[in-house]
């Protein structure tokens, strides 16, 4: 079934209380250092520089932890920008406060729900100062799933909005040398519809399908080399194994009188 949406049709927009999103960005930083050796992006997948119109970033939904990454590449690259995103419509009703940090409603796998994902997106994207986060998968997907399958919401929002830049996002969690994860992201090849021959809702998500799983496949590929070279530190939590096993190699050094890292992996230089 196809479903018509006007960016004009009347639609309730979310709307951002700056300082409660300040407060939540920084707890949310706080907590992902605590759980995470390092935020990693790759130095050839780095967003799109000067991008004047609307944008949607979209990403693989690998984990629990995507709108939280997000809020941290939000903060880091677009903070000129407003930032918005779609959100199951219970789980909205049952954390509230979202609705003050740009999170709006939308009803899983009914018409009603594609029509105002539809409407408030577009409408949403009707300023340039905006942008909006999504996830097409629809629901956590391993990394490693292919082929990819895009649900085609993103599609139709790209047939009706063709002066917005769709940019892939490739997101994944994995285990180094350190006894807690990296995240890793990198951003691949934008488009902007208007660029582009003439595609419908279907060419669209499947195009936008191909193109993130590309990303996803070079991300992985890097991830696999685990060459710091490859990357640039974003933020960075803790490191070490335990207190104990840091206490020992720290009297070692200092019996030896060479020098004590917490890392795991010595070698790396950041």
């Not at 992996?265 to 950041?270: A, G, K, P, S, V």
Request: glycine share 6%; with cysteine; aromatic share 12%.
């Amino acid at each position: 079934m196809k479903i018509k949406a006007d960016a004009s049709a009347e639609a309730v927009c979310p709307r951002v209380a700056t300082c409660l999103l300040k407060g939540f960005s920084a707890y949310s930083r706080h907590y992902v250092r605590r759980h995470f050796h390092s935020i990693r992006i790759l130095k050839n997948g780095l967003p799109p520089p000067d991008i004047s119109c609307p944008v949607v970033i979209y990403l693989n939904h690998a984990s629990w932890w995507d709108p939280l990454v997000c809020l941290h590449l939000a903060r880091k690259y677009f903070a000129d920008r407003s930032s918005f995103a779609p959100i199951d419509e219970a789980s909205l009703q049952r954390y509230g406060f979202f609705k003050q940090l740009g999170f709006y409603g939308v009803e899983q796998k009914s018409a009603r729900g594609a029509m105002t994902f539809l409407r408030t997106t577009c409408r949403l994207l009707g300023s340039a100062s905006n942008m909006v986060w999504l996830t097409p998968q629809g629901r956590f997907m391993d990394v490693r799933q292919r082929p990819l399958r895009l649900q085609h919401g993103i599609g139709s929002l790209a047939a009706r909005m063709e002066n917005v830049a769709f940019v892939p996002l490739a997101i994944e969690y994995t285990l180094w040398t350190e006894p807690r994860p990296e995240i890793l992201l990198g951003f691949g090849r934008s488009a902007v519809p208007k660029n582009a021959p003439l595609r419908s809702s279907r060419d669209w998500t499947e195009f936008f399908s191909n193109v993130l799983e590309k990303a996803q496949d070079e991300l992985a590929a890097k991830s696999s080399q685990r060459d710091p070279a490859d990357w640039i530190v974003l933020d960075r939590g803790k490191s070490g194994i335990s207190a104990i096993y840091d206490t020992w190699h720290w009297l070692r050094s200092r019996i030896r009188g060479g020098g004590y890292a917490r890392r795991h992996n010595t070698e790396e230089r950041i």
